[in-house]
């Protein structure tokens, strides 16, 4: 398969998306992370556990995506757009995001506190469009080597 060689606005926008990620993964999940754990040692309430669960959820989710994103620009600025490990990132995204959402929102619905479920449901559209934007690219691959047979 040959390769698409990018054009310098892309590269750009891959290299503020990879900085973005990396931030995010880093100032957001692993710091809650290790929010919980202090918490988790010096509270004695039996609801803390709801809590932890969410913010552990939504931690790990964001770390997953930050550094599945990384991969897939790095992909991207390489040359290797539209290739079956970005279309399988993409789908790795979307599912994992979709799946946090989910179970964000069950136990949101089994837990004795009250807490918003705009996450959640953010969670599972996002996900859901990263799904479909896997599903266009498999199209869009399809599409490259049917052209490349054809040359």
Do not use: H
């Amino acid at each position: 398969m040959s390769e698409i060689k990018p054009d310098k606005k892309l590269v750009k926008y891959c290299e503020v998306i990879s900085v973005i990620t990396i931030i995010a993964a880093a100032m957001y999940g692993f710091p809650n992370i290790l929010d919980l754990c202090y918490e988790m040692g010096k509270d004695d309430s039996d609801t803390f556990i709801w809590y932890a669960l969410v913010v552990g959820i939504e931690s790990y989710a964001i770390m997953f995506v930050g550094i599945l994103s990384y991969v897939m620009v790095r992909n991207v600025k390489r040359g290797n757009i539209f290739s079956r490990v970005n279309k399988r990132i993409l789908n790795a995204i979307g599912v994992s995001t979709t799946l946090s959402g989910i179970l964000i929102n069950m136990i949101i619905r089994l837990s004795p506190l009250e807490m918003p479920t705009e996450v959640c449901v953010l969670f599972i559209i996002l996900g859901m469009m990263f799904v479909l934007t896997a599903c266009i690219f498999e199209i869009g691959i399809r599409m490259k080597e049917e052209q490349d047979l054809t040359i």
